[in-house]
């Protein structure tokens, strides 16, 4: 199989012949500099040249979608917004989305590498939790949904007229394999508002916009960091696919979650945490993935990018037991699927 074809049989619960070595996320800079010390060669900067001299698949993805226009404000420092009402908004209106939302040149190269199998391609938007909250600013934003209603719902139905139009002219040269909203909704302790609000606030613009990716064959996964097992059934209601990245650390519990959701999709959730102790350590996380990710449906990765605290020899550890497991997987899936 090509990386294109091993990836549409995974997410389509089909026999695979391996699971793809990726990196749904890029580096750490501060990894980075770590690795460049130890040895990575300094001339290696782009992402992609990085993943093909570590020989993994290629899963390319564009989140540019999330920039604002040229002039438009940046937040004083994170937690803080740019906008304080609906005059705001107004004002700031013609900056948030840019008239030509794609890189053409960009996506013409790579649709070029999936027409070839070479490589997966998709992209990022901001979702309806997350682009209120990146205009008003973290604690705002919260209070927003109470004292400011109109002004979200304006917010959320202006993005999801833009979502659609970034995805038009996306499909316009090739279509993606998969997107996904950016929603960081949940923390340690699970979701950051209701249902009650998920389903005013953030449910109806999903259902607007999702209706169209899937007339178009375009996969929908959520992003959101932290514990996103309360949240799973309503982003499932509202036709949500997949989650990545499936943090550990915050209580994610994989079985638990595809027993919950035996056709959902999921991207990473390889506990990032054992990666600085070890080969045996490592083993163990991989033991643990292995039975699910022999039954389709999940891409095991990083639960989010590899911390500095990751030694370059561990990051090859980590890839050769990773290519083991790709097989036994592969192996598990032609006997069991």
């Not at 294109?4 to 996320?25: G, K, S, V, Y």
């Not at 030509?100 to 992209?123: F, I, K, M």
């Amino acid at each position: 199989m090509n990386t294109r074809e091993r990836f549409q049989a995974i997410f389509n619960f089909q026999p695979f012949d391996r699971l793809p070595i990726l990196e749904w996320a890029s580096w750490w800079d501060k990894t980075l500099e770590r690795w460049y010390a130890e040895g990575l060669p300094q001339s290696l900067t782009d992402r992609y040249d990085i993943c093909k001299y570590f020989d993994l698949d290629l899963c390319k993805y564009d989140a540019s979608f999330r920039s604002r226009a040229p002039g438009c404000p940046r937040p004083s420092h994170h937690g803080a917004g740019i906008i304080a009402d609906e005059r705001d908004y107004q004002r700031l209106l013609p900056l948030l989305h840019p008239e030509e939302p794609v890189n053409h040149e960009l996506w013409t190269r790579w649709a070029d590498e999936q027409s070839r199998g070479e490589s997966v391609v998709w992209y990022s938007v901001g979702g309806f939790f997350w682009e209120p909250r990146s205009l008003l600013g973290i604690e705002p934003h919260l209070f927003a949904f109470y004292e400011q209603p109109d002004l979200m719902h304006r917010i959320n139905s202006d993005q999801a007229e833009w979502i659609l139009k970034v995805t038009e002219d996306l499909c316009a040269i090739c279509t993606p394999d998969f997107m996904v909203f950016a929603e960081d909704m949940s923390y340690n302790h699970g979701p950051m508002l209701s249902k009650d609000l998920f389903d005013e606030f953030l449910k109806p613009y999903y259902q607007r916009v999702i209706p169209e990716l899937n007339r178009r064959g375009i996969p929908v996964l959520i992003d959101s960091d932290g514990d996103i097992t309360l949240a799973g059934p309503w982003f499932e209601e509202a036709g949500i696919e997949g989650v990545l990245p499936l943090e550990r650390q915050a209580g994610v519990d994989l079985a638990r979650l595809r027993a919950a959701h035996p056709r959902m999709r999921f991207i990473g959730h390889f506990d990032k945490m054992t990666m600085p102790h070890g080969e045996a350590a490592m083993r163990a996380e991989f033991e643990r993935l292995l039975p699910t990710a022999a039954k389709g449906g999940f891409f095991p990765s990083c639960d989010h990018q590899t911390p500095p605290g990751v030694s370059l020899e561990n990051y090859r550890i980590y890839l050769a037991l990773f290519r083991e497991y790709a097989e036994k997987a592969g192996a598990m899936s032609r006997k069991t699927l």
